[in-house]
């Protein structure tokens, strides 16, 4: 099923996520409702809060919608080690069209439940790396418009609301 992609500045996208308790039949099909979200929208990666849900879930899939042959379904994921640092251009389903150079750790190593409740240490850089660390900031309430320059911040704050003020009038 397609969820609906809460976009800034929804307050859900604000909040801290709170650990899966138990993957059940309800987890795992939320992680397949991202995941054709993600697909659909397109993108490569989503987060729980994403689609108004408050809880530590994310799907991953770098080879993107058309191929879908890396689909990671992440449960609790915790990043345990960072090293190195790259800067890249982001963008994010809940910041439409709005894109910027952001710094990320260049290598990381992550520990999760895979959707079997099976525990996973997953070492990545590059675009995986880069996934991972801007989805798990979604669990923590962050977008990778809160780490750009305050100024690049404020630019693009003000083009979404010119937009939302154009769609309601």
């Known amino acids: 099923m397609i969820l609906e992609i809460k976009t800034f500045p929804d307050e859900v996208l604000r909040k801290k996520s709170t650990p899966v308790k138990e993957i059940d039949d309800k987890i795992k099909k939320l992680l397949d409702d991202m995941a054709e979200t993600m697909y659909e929208a397109p993108g490569i ?54 894109y910027a150079d952001v710094k990320r750790a260049e290598k990381i190593t992550v520990k999760f439940l895979d959707a079997d409740g099976r525990e996973q240490i997953l070492e990545a850089d590059g675009l995986l790396a880069r996934a991972f660390q801007h989805e798990i900031d979604h669990l923590d309430g962050v977008l990778f418009i809160d780490k750009i320059s305050p100024l690049k911040r404020e630019f693009i704050k003000k083009r979404i609301k010119k937009k939302l003020k154009m769609q309601n009038s």
């Open 45 to 98: 990666g989503l987060a729980a809060p994403q689609v108004g849900v408050n809880k530590r879930v994310i799907v991953i899939d770098i080879t993107g919608p058309e191929e879908r042959s890396g689909l990671l379904k992440i449960v609790n994921p915790e990043i345990i080690h960072m090293e190195g640092e790259c800067e890249g251009e982001e963008g994010c389903l809940s910041v439409p069209q709005e």
